[in-house]
């Protein structure tokens, strides 16, 4: 009887660590494709856009009438962050981006106060 109580224990634990598994892929696949955010600071019309392929990402957009640096490199999906890499070993401040996933649904922000919003086709500014 302990015997088959300990195995019992054993098989509810790992499928409790397999359910948990998944989730960092869920949101991966989820993020697939092209994002894109506009706001204005300081009366500065800026748009950002992440492109998300695979294990990839790649960034850009503009700030004001100047095109932003594009950035590429690949991501990490961790508790409730996506994490870039950058392909050249750049080390920026805006390098985590937040991601709340509800119900099958991403929401992803660039800071406190931007939204980027998911679109199906990438948006060349």
Known sequence: MKRLSALLLTIVMCLSLAACGGNN??????????????????????SKYIMFKGN???????????DMEQDTGTF????????????????????????????GTITLWWSDDVQLEKGSVYVNY
């Open 25 to 46: 892929d869920d949101v991966r696949d989820a993020l697939q494709g092209t994002w894109v955010a506009e706001w204005t600071f300081q009366g500065v019309n800026i």
């Open 56 to 66: 990839s990402y790649t960034t850009g957009g503009t700030r004001g009438s100047k």
């Open 76 to 103: 990490e999906v961790k508790s409730d962050t996506i994490h870039f890499i950058p392909d050249d070993g750049s080390e920026e401040w805006d390098r985590d981006y937040t991601y709340n996933k509800n119900s």
